[in-house]
């Protein structure tokens, strides 16, 4: 599925304005995230490649979506996977950048010691 132009479009103006989360809660998208899941068979393909198994929960884009809008509903950019089936774990090692949203706001309460 490519994207049409008026949405590469909308999708451009949501990166511009630093919001391409939105990208995530178009009906395109959960519609080919599912599709991408099932042909994967819900597995984490970077761990089915050493061997292991666990469950994917995440759709990755695997030339980033800021990049290259144009494949962001693009399963195969010419011969190669753009979407890709991956576990959370995974995906934070591919984006270590995205572990900041868990950043503890505050301080804690108190300081935990282990003696």
């Keep these: 599925m490519a994207i049409s132009q008026a949405r590469l479009v909308q999708l451009m103006a949501l990166i511009e304005r630093g919001r391409e989360d939105l990208f995530y ?9 599912t599709k991408v899941l099932q042909m994967d068979h819900q597995e984490c393909q970077l761990c089915r490649a050493k061997g292991r198994y666990r469950r994917a929960k995440i759709v990755h884009h695997v030339k980033l979506l800021r990049e290259r809008p144009d494949l962001a509903l693009s399963v195969w ?27 503890m706001r505050t301080a804690p309460v108190t300081e935990e010691r282990w003696e």
């Design 77 to 103: 950019d010419n011969e190669e996977r753009q979407l890709l089936s991956v576990c959370k774990t995974c995906h934070e090692l591919l984006h270590p950048e995205s572990r900041k949203q868990y950043a």
């Design 25 to 33: 809660h178009w009906g395109e998208w959960r519609h080919l995230r």
